[in-house]
């Protein structure tokens, strides 16, 4: 079982930002900015594009609301989109708030934010949804 099917099942808790039946999406607690965000499927699978086509347009479209709501909760130009995959075995999507492209670097040190702050942000993401 993987770290993010944890944090799905309640076992590990996150800082939720939005929820359907099918995803979760949740903010990246080694944020490379404020609002850095995760959209991961329900269903465990190690690479996103194993998911069934329809899983994974869905998976997109949901991704794409939550993208929607973080520009508005967080100041920035673009929310940019970033798949790796290579640290956590399970499908999942980086969504990161950008004014400028080196802001979408996984080599920078994270942002330090208290858990106040993150829970405050969730909020206000999750209120833009």
């Not at 993010?4 to 099942?9: D, E, L, R, T, Y």
């Not at 080694?30 to 996103?48: A, C, F, N, S, W």
């Not at 967080?74 to 929310?79: A, E, G, H, M």
């Amino acid at each position: 079982m993987t770290i993010f099917s944890k944090i799905i099942n309640g076992e590990i808790p996150c800082y939720k930002v939005a929820e359907n039946d099918r995803f979760l999406a949740f903010l990246d607690i080694r944020p490379m900015t404020q609002g850095h965000t995760l959209v991961v499927p329900k269903v465990e699978t190690d690479y996103i594009f194993d998911l069934p086509d329809d899983v994974l347009a869905e998976m997109m479209v949901f991704a794409k609301q939550v993208a929607v709501a973080i520009k508005a909760a967080v100041p920035c130009k673009r929310v940019g989109v970033a798949v790796l995959g290579m640290e956590v075995p399970h499908a999942h999507i980086h969504l990161v708030p950008l004014n400028k492209e080196s802001d979408l670097s996984f080599q920078k040190a994270p942002v330090e934010l208290s858990r106040e702050e993150m829970a405050a942000l969730a909020r206000l993401i999750a209120g833009a949804m």
